[in-house]
């Protein structure tokens, strides 16, 4: 026998052991399901980084996977969730080098191997750490295929799609303005440096006339990379600088001959029109340089320190202290015109924050445009489908503008690049090989391999085949590739999601997936973004300590529309995650009613409605309500799958809850506890339909809550030991249940139930006193099912007379319902008429007074002209509201009859 349930849901106590269950029982693996032979459905896990801890981006993150990955399981589909961790080059060196930093050491003093082995050490020891995290929230993952972004396999494929690559002629190495970290010390890819809106400052500088005859004006933002200025650039058509083209300047401070070019690149309404030309910079002043053969002058060392190309009195200065020393000299010499506050989007490092530094450096590129073009088809012909599809257009812009990616990193952790140089000088041959040299395949002469690795994203983008064994034709890449669904914040749209469209449609000639969900952000309630600088995060293993996981999963599901963010309060967990907890309460109490009412032995009679047999509840055994309940029941099947199957997971949420909650708990458990408890018939019919659509609803309600819902699954009758509700069959809509005339019916009594219970509340009428009701219909009787439940609404009402006719009393509460049907409540004998006259008269003369005066400051034209025209309308509001406030009161002490 089935030891009972507890009194209290104490979700600490299950959550572990049924987590580990499931594991034991190899519930997480594509063939898991008993009758899952059909179409596979995969997801891949956005890898979190090895240094990553669970954060509640990660709990929204994976719980929208877990939920889509659950509900396919149980359709039977062949389920794989892939799951994985980044190497994360930049941010894992960057912990490692601080913890050295602890030690009074860097990785220079190490050396590199022996740095990148301390690195192993340190992912050893805490790389799964996030990953045995995400159990706590019930990730249903198939642990036993984790893979590691450089693992043997991964770090094989890497190569591979470098060199193939690299033979067809889109790898190549060359000079180029990239993206400069100096915290990091490495290049960044255009998607890495993120740009932040800032309240800046552009200089206008006076550049004089090689010849003493004028001068020219520029405007910048960064005045010290005045110092590498090689020309003034001019559009060819302003009138302006026409005759100046050609002529040289005399670049003041460092006192350099530069020239005037002409270029169409220059935005005439920008500043003066003539801009300042540093190709060593600035992207856009490469372009020119090259275009007319200018020199560049790098003035910026690694660290954003003037280098030794400036004059020697700013080598070494920071860069922020050479822009004040700039412009002081400048000012100084009569050449700064004026300073004007700029807003403008200045680039920071998407790892440690620091301002980048447009640099010139030789770089390894990929060639995106052919990469791109196929990836920008697959949307247009509909293969790929985004939620919600306003991401369509960002995609489509990005690639469509999109420019070559620099993926060499200048870091010891991560994949090294494979190419290898000759250092024979008669020979100085470059190799690129996927597998290590120890000489040169021309001249076998001594070779040394490129210092730099990859981007991270280089290999990420490969992992929805890379994890299945690519580029060995396995089992598993035949199965599983192409995938399904990615499940991803917007935020890596571009740095990942569609580089793997990319590269799956370039490697594998086909897309990694075609339905992409690009769910919001987790922010807190001044609509912030949480993170650890701001103090605005939540713990997400904290929520689950307090409030168990099933709580935090609804939280986080049903306050999430497709495309919108989730709005949590740091501040206040309580408000935040107290629905989902006793949302789990209501479903344990729910499940321990039932559990503790079926019929002697544990059993409850079979429900087939339109089917024989000696066990069977017949189509006449039913009630109203139990036809009732059996009708919103199949509408919730379809309403909730639906749901799932468009992305709308807080639909899905909310369509379960209104039946669990309202319908089941608080409407048909209530209607039918006199044939439970014997005191009418039909007490078999109503634990057999109690329990089924318990059963049904526990179904639809597991990939959202999954640990709760296991817990009473398991339970009730028929279950074997090793039976789980994570592979029970999805609940299908059943036209026999369907009763249109049942949901109105029973939906009759709901209102008159409704409408006594709401004037028993608004007259304070205490719980446990019963009051008469009488319920009139305009033109003749009142429906007849509410005399056929007549003891239905006089329970649930807590009435001691039901009458279906039109009372002649006068005092009392009144509530008008749809269809010309009205409910009276005499009140003469529940509550102190007197005393509630006077207590509604104090009222309404407090909000005449309020209203009084506050018409008398809204007729203060003074007031009305000369305050802001949101606070006029706020007093607006305020009268309006206690306007009808008062009222309502008046109408209330009508009702009652008072004098």
């Given at each position: 026998?089935?030891e009972?349930?507890?009194?209290?849901?104490?979700?600490v106590?299950?959550?572990?052991?049924?987590?580990?269950?499931?594991?034991?029982?190899?519930?997480?693996?594509?063939?898991?399901h008993?009758a899952g032979?059909?179409?596979?459905y995969?997801?891949?896990m956005p890898p979190?980084n090895v240094?990553?801890?669970?954060?509640?981006?990660?709990?929204l993150?994976?719980?929208?996977?877990d939920?889509?990955?659950?509900?396919?399981?149980?359709?039977?589909?062949r389920t794989?969730?892939?799951?994985?961790t980044?190497h994360?080059g930049?941010?894992t060196q960057n912990?490692?080098?601080?913890l050295?930093?602890r030690e009074g050491?860097?990785r220079f003093?190490?050396g590199r191997?022996a740095?990148?082995?301390?690195v192993?050490?340190?992912?050893?020891?805490?790389?799964?750490?996030?990953?045995?995290?995400?159990?706590?929230?019930g990730?249903?993952?198939?642990?036993?295929?984790t893979?590691?972004?450089?693992d043997?396999?991964?770090?094989r494929?890497?190569?591979?799609a470098?060199v193939?690559?690299?033979?067809?002629g889109?790898?190549?190495?060359?000079?180029?303005?990239i993206n400069?970290c100096?915290?990091?010390l490495t290049?960044l890819?255009n998607?890495?440096?993120?740009k932040?809106?800032?309240e800046?400052?552009?200089?206008?500088?006076?550049y004089?006339?090689?010849?003493?005859?004028?001068s020219?004006?520029v405007a910048?933002?960064?005045?010290?990379t005045?110092l590498g200025d090689?020309?003034?650039?001019?559009?060819?058509?302003d009138?302006r600088?026409?005759d100046?083209v050609?002529r040289?300047l005399?670049l003041p401070?460092?006192?350099?001959?530069?020239?005037?070019v002409?270029?169409?690149?220059?935005?005439p309404?920008?500043?003066?029109?003539?801009?300042?030309?540093?190709?060593a910079?600035?992207?856009?002043?490469?372009e020119i340089g090259?275009?007319?053969?200018?020199p560049s002058?790098?003035?910026?060392?690694p660290?954003?320190?003037?280098?030794?190309?400036a004059p020697?009195?700013?080598?070494g200065?920071?860069?922020?202290e050479?822009r004040?020393?700039?412009?002081?000299e400048?000012e100084?010499?009569?050449l700064?015109?004026k300073?004007?506050?700029h807003?403008?989007?200045?680039g920071?490092c998407?790892?440690?924050?620091t301002?980048i530094?447009p640099?010139?450096?030789e770089q390894?590129f990929?060639?995106m445009?052919?990469?791109a073009?196929?990836?920008?088809a697959a949307?247009?012909d509909?293969t790929?489908?985004?939620i919600p599809e306003?991401?369509?257009?960002?995609y489509?812009q990005?690639?469509e503008?999109i420019r070559?990616w620099c993926?060499s990193?200048?870091l010891w952790?991560g994949?090294?690049?494979?190419?290898w140089?000759c250092?024979a000088?008669?020979?100085?041959?470059?190799?690129?090989s996927r597998?290590?040299?120890e000489s040169?395949p021309?001249?076998?002469?001594p070779v040394r391999?490129?210092?730099?690795?990859?981007?991270?994203?280089?290999?990420s983008?490969?992992v929805?085949?890379?994890s299945?064994?690519?580029?060995?034709?396995?089992?598993?890449?035949a199965?599983?590739?192409?995938?399904?669904?990615?499940?991803s914040?917007?935020?890596?749209?571009f740095?990942?999601v569609a580089?793997?469209?990319m590269?799956g449609?370039?490697?594998?000639g086909d897309v990694p997936?075609?339905d992409?969900?690009?769910?919001g952000?987790v922010r807190?309630?001044?609509h912030?973004?949480?993170?650890?600088?701001?103090?605005?995060?939540i713990?997400?293993l904290e929520?689950?300590?307090?409030?168990?996981?099933d709580?935090?999963?609804?939280?986080?599901v049903?306050?999430?529309?497709v495309?919108?963010d989730v709005?949590?309060?740091?501040?206040?967990?309580?408000?935040?995650?107290a629905?989902?907890r006793?949302?789990?309460n209501?479903?344990w109490?729910a499940?321990?009613?039932?559990?503790s009412?079926?019929?002697?032995?544990?059993?409850a009679?079979a429900?087939r409605?339109?089917a024989?047999?000696?066990?069977a509840?017949?189509p006449?055994?039913?009630?109203l309500a139990?036809r009732w309940i059996?009708?919103?029941?199949d509408a919730?099947v379809?309403?909730a799958?639906?749901?799932y199957?468009k992305f709308r997971?807080n639909?899905?949420?909310a369509a379960v809850?209104r039946?669990l909650?309202?319908?089941?708990a608080d409407?048909?458990?209530e209607?039918i506890?006199?044939r439970?408890?014997?005191d009418?018939?039909?007490?078999?019919?109503a634990?057999?339909v109690?329990?089924?659509?318990f059963?049904?609803?526990?179904r639809?309600l597991?990939?959202?809550?999954p640990?709760i819902t296991?817990a009473?699954?398991?339970r009730f009758?028929?279950?074997?030991?090793?039976a789980s509700?994570s592979?029970a069959?999805w609940?299908?809509?059943?036209?026999?249940?369907e009763?249109?005339?049942?949901l109105a019916e029973?939906?009759?009594v709901?209102?008159?139930?409704?409408?006594i219970?709401?004037?028993?509340?608004e007259?304070?009428?205490?719980?446990g006193?019963?009051?008469r009701a009488?319920v009139?219909?305009?033109g003749?009787q009142?429906?007849?099912?509410?005399?056929r439940?007549?003891?239905?609404?006089?329970r649930?009402?807590r009435?001691?007379e039901?009458?279906?006719?039109e009372s002649?009393?006068?005092?009392?509460?009144?509530?008008?319902?749809p269809d010309?049907?009205?409910?009276f409540?005499?009140l003469g004998e529940?509550?102190?008429?007197?005393?509630?006259?006077g207590?509604l008269?104090?009222?309404?003369?407090?909000?005449?007074?309020?209203?009084?005066?506050?018409q008398?400051?809204?007729g203060?034209?003074q007031?009305?002209?000369?305050?802001p025209?949101?606070?006029?309308?706020?007093e607006?509001?305020?009268l309006?509201?206690?306007?009808?406030?008062?009222d309502?009161l008046?109408?209330?002490?009508?009702r009652?009859?008072?004098?």
């Open positions: 026998m089935t009972p349930l507890a009194p209290q849901y104490n979700p106590a299950i959550e572990s052991p049924l987590y580990a269950w499931w594991r034991e029982r190899g519930l997480f693996a594509p063939d898991a008993p032979s059909g179409i596979p995969v997801v891949m979190p240094t990553a801890v669970l954060h509640m981006g990660h709990g993150n994976n719980t929208v996977q939920v889509l990955v659950r509900f396919e399981r149980m359709r039977g589909r794989l969730w892939l799951p994985g980044d994360a930049i941010a912990v490692v080098e601080r050295l930093a050491r860097t003093d190490l191997d740095f990148v082995e301390r192993w050490e340190y992912v050893r020891t805490t790389g799964a750490a996030i990953l045995e995290q995400l159990e706590a929230i990730c249903s993952a198939d642990w036993s295929r893979y590691f972004t450089l043997e396999g991964l770090s494929a890497v190569r591979e470098f193939r690559l690299y033979d067809e889109l790898i190549y190495r060359g000079f180029y303005i400069w100096p915290r990091c290049a890819s998607e890495e440096a993120e932040h809106e800032t800046g400052r552009l200089w206008h500088l006076r004089p006339l090689a010849d003493g005859r004028g020219v004006t910048t933002t960064r005045p010290e005045m090689t020309a003034v650039a001019v559009h060819p058509d009138e600088y026409r100046l050609g040289e005399l401070v460092v006192n350099r001959r530069i020239p005037i002409a270029d169409e690149a220059v935005d309404a920008f500043g003066s029109g003539a801009v300042k030309v540093t190709p910079h600035d992207p856009a002043d490469f090259r275009r007319h053969g200018l002058i790098d003035v910026m060392t660290e954003a320190r003037i280098s030794l190309a020697e009195r700013f080598q200065l920071d860069r922020f050479a004040a020393r700039v412009v002081a400048f100084t010499l009569g700064l015109d300073v004007e506050p807003r403008h989007a200045v920071h998407y790892r440690c924050d301002v530094e640099r010139l450096s390894w990929v060639r445009a052919p990469l073009a196929p990836a920008l949307y247009r509909g790929l489908h985004f306003r991401r369509g257009d960002d489509t990005w690639l503008g070559d993926i990193r200048q952790w994949h090294r690049i494979p190419v140089y250092e000088e008669s020979c100085m041959q470059v190799s690129v597998t290590d040299l040169c021309a001249c076998g002469g391999q490129d210092e730099d690795v990859l981007d991270t994203w280089f290999s983008w490969l929805p085949f890379s299945l064994g690519w580029p060995d034709r396995t089992a598993d890449l199965t599983f590739y192409p995938g399904s669904t990615l499940v914040a917007p935020e890596i749209l740095f990942w580089r793997m469209i590269a449609l370039h490697f594998m997936y075609t992409i969900y690009l769910h952000t807190d309630t001044q912030r973004k949480m993170s650890k600088s701001l103090g605005n995060g713990d997400p929520v689950v300590q307090r409030y168990g996981a709580a935090l999963r609804y939280s986080l049903s306050g999430m529309s495309g919108t709005i949590l309060d740091p501040n206040d967990l309580e408000a935040s995650f629905p989902g006793n949302f789990a209501k479903l109490n499940g321990r009613f039932i559990l009412n079926l019929a002697p032995g544990g059993r009679a429900l409605p339109l024989g047999g000696p066990d509840v017949r006449g055994d039913l009630t139990d059996l009708a919103r029941c919730t379809r309403e799958t639906e749901a199957e997971l639909e899905a949420a809850y039946f909650w309202s319908d089941l409407w048909y458990i209607q506890k006199p439970l408890y014997g009418v018939p039909g007490g078999d019919a634990r057999a109690a329990v089924q659509t059963d049904v609803a526990l639809l597991h990939p959202i809550m640990f296991e009473l699954w398991k009758p028929g279950r074997p030991a090793d509700i592979v069959p609940p299908r809509p059943d036209p026999r249940a009763d249109g005339a049942a029973f939906g009759l709901q209102q008159v139930v409704g409408a219970r709401g004037i028993r509340a007259y304070g009428v205490q719980p006193q019963t009051v009488f009139s219909q305009d003749g009142p429906a007849p099912a509410l005399e439940e007549r003891g239905t609404i006089l649930l009402a009435l001691s039901l009458v279906l006719a002649t009393e006068r005092i009392g509460g009144h509530a008008v319902l010309g049907m009205a409910v409540v005499p529940a509550i102190d008429v007197a005393r509630e006259c207590r008269g104090a009222e309404a003369e407090r909000l005449a007074s309020l209203v009084t005066a506050q008398k400051k809204l203060n034209e007031f009305v002209s000369r305050a025209a949101d606070v006029v309308a706020r607006r509001e305020k309006a509201t206690w306007s009808e406030q008062r309502v008046v109408r209330k002490r009508e009652l009859g008072c004098v």
